[in-house]
């Protein structure tokens, strides 16, 4: 069946096959977070988008042995709570933005905007948006053979930005780096894959922003 995204706890996973990398997306309770696994075509080698939860779940997707890194999105507790138990089956790397590491609750190697994380021969690049957390990103890839494939973590969902619980500042700020750095650098056929709930495209979404700004949230 064609990939759709649409995923439930406890459900199957649903796997995207591109020319160069299979994306292979969960559904883990108990707040229906989303994770990733990306595994490289000529390499094997496998990355993991969020150790959410449910570590033996994540474990049998990634093929222990095989993982060799860890991205969390953000500090907040629902995307990291399987990943001491994850990075100490696999001896995987834990990467995430130098201002949320400090979180979590394993070392873990740090980035920045701008920066590339591998995963085998594909590269994903860094986009940090301030204001879900400080140190909240995204990882682009860009498919030399198709479209490109961003993974908002939780600054953004079909619908709108993540939450800023009512922070003016905060919201500003995050809509101002999804728009800069999202909307005004991508095309509109750019699939983007939320930590919550279903996939969409940039283009679906571009109409809403000045609606998101307006209503401030």
């Known amino acids: 069946m064609p990939y759709s995204g649409d995923v439930t706890p406890g459900g199957p996973p649903d796997v995207r096959e591109l020319d160069a990398l299979t994306i292979t997306k969960v559904s883990v309770g108990p707040m229906d977070n989303n994770a990733y696994v990306l595994r490289c075509t000529a390499t094997g ?6 150790a959410a939860n449910e570590a033996p779940r994540l474990l049998q997707l990634a093929s222990i042995g095989r993982l060799s890194t860890v991205v969390t999105t953000h500090r907040h507790m629902d995307h990291w709570v399987a990943l ?3 990075v100490a089956a696999t001896g995987a790397r834990s990467v995430a933005h130098a201002a949320d590491a400090g979180e979590l609750p394993v070392k873990s190697d740090t ?56 922070n003016k500042e905060n919201f500003t700020s995050l809509i101002d780096d999804v728009e800069r750095k999202l909307f005004d ?33």
């Not at 080698?45 to 969020?50: A, V």
């Open 84 to 86: 001491e138990e994850v």
């Open 45 to 50: 080698s496998l990355l993991l988008i969020d």
């Open 111 to 166: 980035v920045h905007g701008g920066d590339v994380i591998t995963v085998g021969a594909c590269p994903l690049e860094v986009i940090h948006l301030v204001g879900h957390t400080p140190g909240s990103i995204a990882l682009l890839y860009n498919d030399p053979a198709g479209i490109p494939h961003l993974f908002t973590g939780d600054s953004l969902f079909p619908g709108g930005v993540g939450n800023t619980r009512g």
């Open 185 to 217: 650098r991508l095309p509109d056929e750019t699939w983007f894959y939320p930590g919550h709930g279903k996939d969409s495209t940039l283009g679906t979404e571009r109409g809403s922003l000045p609606e998101w700004r307006a209503r401030g949230w």
